[in-house]
């Protein structure tokens, strides 16, 4: 049985003093083992206690140093995993930890309980209250998520021992935009001829702007009308494979005898001036204003791609593989009912009621005309 106390010593008089930091004693293996819990408070020597006879009991490493381990450390450990793993969002990762810096830097992981969590939220939006804005919960729960995923590893590695509850929070914001197609086809017009490419890829494929702008020309066969995108340049690391036709084929063969014309050093599908075509915030932006689309964003034509191939007829498996989504959730999000779906949906039940009332009315008149007819008698 473990226990919590406080050492006696003396001092250089030779006075007896009790230390003002609690120790605990506890055993594994039958041999009893004390330690300092470094700290004055009860609760955490307590807690200090509970968590090494956990570990005892389950045969784990102790980790005599366990309370030392800071959130910094967490952290370091987290970005790490991204670099190792080649994660390409590594910068997202980056910018979530300077985020949970601002409040955890220099706390001991052993202190980050539910508490600090709450607080932590309350923190960040009073962070953002200063400055006039605000901050979305979609945005905190991304912070909380890399928490959660720094306790995991530290865990994983025998440095945390107990992992905190910690809940997301409910997220309302979540896009529904997409383009109807003489909404595409106005945006279109009003753009620069550079970004009219990969406006149209995304348009019909649903490719991600990152796929799109590190497209190159050696990926695209306009003879058997593909694209080959490799598991490098996925977002979930899967290979996908996008035929093309149509108006999508004939863009692509314009921009490649324009680029074969001026730019034939030029390796990418969408280039401005024989250089990698990077950004286009201002056209989007100024594009969106002309039409009278403000507000729209580049990934609506994402949602946009599977909510057509829905709507043709295309095998939900079919679609996902196209577009790269890989679990049927996300898909199912961005497969958006417009009004026109719903208008369309009730005008069919209408004319499934309107055969129904016929076939019923039928019905009941032979019916009527059977009984007259003493057919049941």
Known sequence: MGSIYKPKYRDKDGKVKVSSIYWIKYYTNGRPIRE???SPKHEIAKRALKIREGRSAQGLPLGINLEKVTFDELANDYINDYQLNKR?????????VKH?????????????????????????NKQVESVGRTVANASLNRELEALKRMLNLGRQACKVAHLPYIKMLEEDNI??????????????????????????IAYYTGMRSNEILNLCWDQVNLEDGKILLSSEQTKNKSPRMIFLTGELLQVLMIARETREQAYSHCPWVCQKDG?????????????????????????DFRRTAVRNMVRAGIPEKVAMSISGHKTRSIFDRYNIVSESDLKTAAEKINALNSVTGKVTGKVERFEGEMRTSNYYN
């Open 88 to 96: 390409r969002s590594i910068e997202t990762a980056r910018h979530l």
């Open 100 to 124: 949970l810096s601002d409040f955890f830097y220099g706390m001991r992981a052993v202190e980050i309980g539910t508490d600090k969590v709450r607080a932590y939220l309350a923190f960040r």
């Open 175 to 200: 896009r529904t935009g997409y383009f109807e197609h003489d909404e595409f086809l106005a945006l279109r017009e009003a753009l620069p001829d550079y970004v009219k490419v990969p406006v149209t």
């Open 36 to 38: 300092s819990s470094h």
């Open 275 to 299: 250089e990698r075509l990077q950004s286009f915030k201002k056209s989007w932006k100024t594009a969106l204003k002309l039409v009278g689309l403000e507000g729209r964003l580049f990934h």
